[in-house]
T-cell receptor, first 115, second 114 residues
């Protein structure tokens, strides 16, 4: 079964607007971490934001915020004030348990920012 | 400081050949991960090292795939008898043992098997 589901293969957003990229996850572990990565056409995975399962507050990093809804098992990424340079693939990922365990990634959403 | 580096950036080989892909983690990072990313997919876990030992190799697809990290820093992913289905981007990531939530990725090696 899919552990990370990203239902939007592609999204368009107007420059300077906000956009939400959806992510739902599936785990029975009480302790887990949720991540968003950006992958530009160059291929490198760039870490954007992290949310721990016990964190009370939604994570924010600059223009990125994570809308964490634990009961719905949802971890949507919100990008505010979109820029042309935000055009890339975006991957949601989860790490179950604590410690050094591998990430499980979704299939990604391709975001295109239009001027 | 220097990030994770991977060499070569591109590798084209013929079916049946042997290839080695190299990963240089960030200095001091004891945890090292290999992932494989096929076209249109997210990365999939292959193997994870803690120091010199493979802590989890459950993601290796078959016995043609093998990875080593003999001195606890540089790692080499080895693929024997390559098949066309092995064509993918191979990504390496590293993290500090004390900061597992931040895996730093390298630029990847794009492997093409003809």
């Amino acid at each position: 079964a899919q552990k990370i589901t990203q239902t939007q293969p592609g999204m368009f957003v107007q420059e300077k607007e906000a956009v939400t990229l959806d992510c739902t996850y599936d785990t029975s572990d009480p302790s887990y971490g949720l991540f968003w990565y950006k992958q530009p056409s160059s291929g490198e995975m760039i870490f954007l934001i992290y949310q721990g399962s016990y964190d009370q507050q939604n994570a924010t990093e600059g223009r990125y915020s994570l809308n964490f809804q634990k009961a719905r098992k949802s971890a949507n990424l919100v990008i505010s004030a979109s820029q042309l340079g935000d055009s890339a693939m975006y991957f949601c990922a989860m790490r179950e348990n604590s410690g050094n365990t591998p990430l499980v990634f979704g299939k990604g959403t391709r975001l295109s920012v239009i001027a | 400081g220097a990030g994770v580096s991977q060499t070569p950036s591109n590798k084209v080989t013929e079916k049946g050949k042997y290839v080695e892909l190299r990963c240089d983690p960030i200095s001091g990072h004891t945890a090292l991960y290999w992932y494989r990313q096929s076209l249109g997919q997210g990365p999939e876990f292959l193997i994870y090292f803690q120091g010199t030992g493979a802590a989890d190799d459950s993601g290796l697809p078959n016995d043609r795939f093998f990875a080593v990290r003999p001195e606890g820093s540089v790692s080499t992913l080895k693929i024997q008898r390559t098949e066309r289905g092995d064509s993918a981007m191979y990504l390496c990531a590293s993290s500090l043992w004390s900061q597992p939530d931040t895996q730093y990725f390298g630029p990847g090696t794009r492997l093409t098997v003809l």
